[in-house]
């Protein structure tokens, strides 16, 4: 893999600095539009071994993150609840809502109706 990478990077003769800044600059720009067309069949595969695949260059990782960020009606439900000035600073802070959950003071049900998630994916790579 190592080999063949070199030989696609070798500097064509006879090009000076600017053009092979140019040259550089266009195979950079080419391997990331193919690497976007390989994305979604490249994690599926790597989720699909473990999350974890590697080669002779390095091994590839899958990353899933899931975040949580309160909806708006979150506020009136914790307003209600007479708990929202425990768990508000600029806006919500979730981990005091989450201790609150914790304590017994809040039902889990109820304030995931509130919670909005957002998941998302991607690839780590980690030469050797």
Known sequence: ??????????????????????????????????????????????????????????????VSTTRKKAKDSLKLFLHDKNLLEMCQRDDIDLSKVNQLIEAGALNENEVNEHIELNESSHLRFKPN
């Open 1 to 62: 893999m190592t080999e063949l990478v070199e030989t696609a990077l070798a500097r064509p003769e006879g090009m000076s600095d600017w053009e092979a800044w140019v040259y550089y600059k266009q195979i950079e720009r080419r391997a990331k539009e193919k690497q976007k067309e390989l994305s979604d069949s490249t994690k599926e595969y790597v989720h699909g071994q473990g999350d974890a695949v590697s080669c002779g260059g390095g091994s590839l990782h899958y």
